[in-house]
């Protein structure tokens, strides 16, 4: 996946290899496919993408460390995290 934050289409294109135009026509058909009428709601949009995997990589951690104690306590194996 690629960060497009700070990025024009221009600055898109090259390092995709593609045309500017390509790169605009894919953002409109996003956008049309999300039913996003303008760039604050497609910027909205991302935000909550970033935050639910935020979240679902707290929640995952959190269930790591639970069965990781659970193991330790049972003494069958030694889990450490990182």
Do not use: P
Request: a positive charge; aromatic letters at 6%.
């Amino acid at each position: 996946m690629m960060r497009a934050w700070n990025k024009t289409f221009k600055d898109i294109a090259r390092q995709l290899d593609l045309s500017v135009k390509t790169v605009d026509m894919h953002r409109t058909m996003l956008m049309k496919e999300l039913d996003i009428h303008d760039i604050a709601g497609l910027v909205r949009y991302a935000i909550r993408g970033v935050e639910m995997v935020m979240e679902i990589h707290t929640l995952c951690r959190k269930s790591v460390l639970r069965f990781g104690f659970q193991i330790a306590q049972q003494g069958t194996v030694a889990l450490r995290l990182t």
